[in-house]
């Protein structure tokens, strides 16, 4: 299959994961596929976590309207590009990953009749509103957003709760096929063991307790900071947060107040190689929040490494995590919660090693890989070119079940 991929995605973060593990998955499995993106930053100068630095100072410098109007605008250069990527490239279909404002994958779809494929992540109108800033043309880019879900052939949002909020803005549900995050094995084969990772990460013989990616506020990475220092917590308990983020200095400043010193310490970006490393060194993985519509990353990571997950019990989440199986769930509206949870596991060794046991099979029993993502898209390509009823519409992980027999 010839597949055309357009993306608007320029920063070195989960997103480019996602981005780059896809592409090449698709080429493993004998497909070619053009790529159709902004210019790429040098990859030796970016770490995982990066923001593009023209784009950052760019949104900060434009009043709100001109810049989305921008965001806008660049559909028009996309479709150029595209225009002559499909009369050199000849591609069997289009596989887009959606963005604010973006247009140009839903004007070739129209344009030369090429079947569609949309990868939805997040409602970006909603979260743009919520969590980035707000947003001037608010009637604009809802209506443009409805428009691109609706015009696609099929659309791939990664859980079935965003799912639901797709098909209540119109779009069928025959055409919406959940495909949630993966992993790549061959990144996570050669990880330390949990004891010569804490060697090399300067923390021998401690209990750890990790986090990885970008912090934000509403992550709750303060709720575990009060409770290492309110005595439940063992004296070798240790925070390692492997990323950078908005909320980072508020974290350190709150740790320094609580007395906590050492045992707190933040990474900042690291190259993207160098997570498992990382990783491997967690007794406990965090994942305190989460919006209601992801598939966070960094649990397909954590599952890789069979770590033991604490998360809280939502339906994006236990669409992958079955309490008491693989992760220990705790009610996000509970207060202390998240913090019994710890506790638990922390006087609980039994538990932490059937939890990690359970995480170990996750991922070959659901098939959480960027592989078997790839050949689910492919199978969902090749009934649209064959103009055949889609093929796993809906599908999504379903831990429950899959360990069934």
């Known amino acids: 299959m010839r597949i055309l991929y357009h993306h608007r995605t320029a920063s070195k973060d989960g997103q480019a994961v996602h981005i780059e593990e896809m592409i090449?998955?698709?080429?493993?499995?004998?497909?070619?596929?053009?790529?159709?993106?902004?210019?790429?930053?040098?990859?030796?100068?970016?770490?995982?976590?990066?923001?593009?630095?023209?784009?950052?100072?760019?949104?900060?410098?434009?009043?709100?309207?001109?810049?989305?109007?921008?965001?806008?605008?660049?559909?028009?250069l996309a479709y150029s590009r595209l225009s002559r990527a499909v009369r050199d490239f000849k591609p069997d279909v289009v596989y887009e990953r959606y963005n604010l404002f973006l247009l140009a994958g839903w004007l070739i779809k129209k344009r030369?009749?090429?079947?569609?494929?949309?990868?939805?992540?997040?409602?970006l109108a909603d979260e743009r509103e919520k969590f980035s800033g707000g947003l001037s043309l608010r009637r604009l880019a809802h209506w443009t957003e409805g428009l691109v879900w609706r015009g696609a052939d099929v659309?791939?949002?990664?859980?079935?709760?965003?799912?639901?909020?797709?098909a209540r803005r119109g779009v069928p549900p025959e055409r919406l096929a959940v495909i949630a995050n993966g992993i790549n094995e061959a990144h996570f084969q050669h990880a330390p063991a949990p004891a010569d990772a804490k060697a090399a990460l300067g923390c021998p013989g401690s209990f750890v307790l990790g986090f990885t990616g970008f912090v934000r506020d509403w992550h709750g990475v303060d709720r575990v900071l009060h409770w290492l220092a309110a005595g439940d917590a063992p004296a070798n308990a240790r925070l390692l947060?492997?990323?950078d983020g908005p909320a980072r200095p508020a974290l350190e400043a709150l740790a320094q107040q609580l007395g906590l010193g050492e045992r707190v310490r933040f990474t900042g970006v690291v190259p993207r190689a160098q997570v498992p490393?990382?990783?491997a060194a967690f007794d406990i993985a965090l994942q305190p929040a989460v919006v209601a519509y992801a598939s966070p990353l960094k649990l397909f990571e954590y599952l890789a490494l069979g770590k033991v997950i604490v998360a809280p019990r939502l339906p994006n989440i236990e669409e992958v995590l079955v309490d008491g199986d693989n992760a220990l769930l705790f009610d996000a509206q509970a207060p202390q919660a998240l913090e019994q949870a710890l506790t638990?596991?922390?006087?609980?060794?039994?538990?932490?090693t059937r939890l990690g046991s359970g995480a170990a099979a996750t991922i070959g029993a659901l098939g959480l890989t960027w592989r078997a993502n790839a050949q689910r898209v492919v199978a969902l390509g090749s009934a649209l070119l064959r103009r055949e009823p889609l093929p796993c519409t809906l599908a999504s992980p379903q831990p429950g079940r899959a360990r069934q027999p």
């Not at 030369?112 to 409602?123: K, S, T």
């Open 344 to 352: 638990r596991l922390c006087r609980d060794p039994a538990l932490c």
């Open 155 to 166: 659309v791939l949002p990664v859980t079935r709760v965003l799912a639901a909020d797709i």
């Open 24 to 76: 090449q998955a698709l080429r493993s499995l004998g497909h070619e596929v053009h790529v159709v993106a902004p210019a790429a930053p040098d990859p030796g100068g970016q770490a995982m976590g990066d923001e593009v630095n023209w784009v950052r100072r760019l949104r900060s410098a434009l009043p709100r309207a001109l810049y989305e109007l921008l965001e806008l605008g660049y559909s028009l």
């Open 277 to 279: 490393a990382h990783v």
């Open 112 to 123: 030369h009749g090429l079947p569609l494929l949309l990868e939805v992540n997040a409602p």
């Open 241 to 243: 947060v492997v990323g």
